[in-house]
């Protein structure tokens, strides 16, 4: 869960993947990649997204080692988690619909 982890922080800091993927050096296709969970970030990403959204590396990878551990936790916090998740995808969504009408009327 790590890429979803990068990606909703993306998301909470109002940060485009393309500007992001250029902060970092990479590729807009391999942000997507690695948010995508299909590729895996290098130490170096790791600690260039830790820089740009001022924590630390190991608090990135601590949040995302406690959201891959849902297994041990109880139903209600299961369902929260979900609903949260989700809420941020919701959120994400009338992000991405609101530039794109920005994008079209200028």
């Known amino acids: 869960m790590l890429g979803n982890t ?33 590729a895996q970030p290098t130490l170096e990403i790791l600690s260039k997204y830790a820089e740009i959204f001022q924590t630390t590396t190991s608090a990135l990878l601590l949040f995302s080692e406690n959201l891959d551990k ?3 936790r109880g ?21 991405n619909e609101a530039n794109k009408n920005l994008s079209n009327k200028q």
């Not at 990068?6 to 690695?34: M, Q, T």
């Open 70 to 72: 849902e297994k041990n």
């Open 6 to 38: 990068l990606r909703l922080l993306r998301v909470l800091h109002d940060k485009k993947s393309s500007d992001l993927a250029e902060e970092l050096g990479i590729s807009p296709a391999y942000l997507s990649k690695i948010e995508s969970e299909k």
């Open 75 to 95: 139903p209600f916090k299961i369902g929260m988690r979900n609903v949260m998740l989700k809420l941020l995808e919701v959120l994400e969504g009338y992000k």
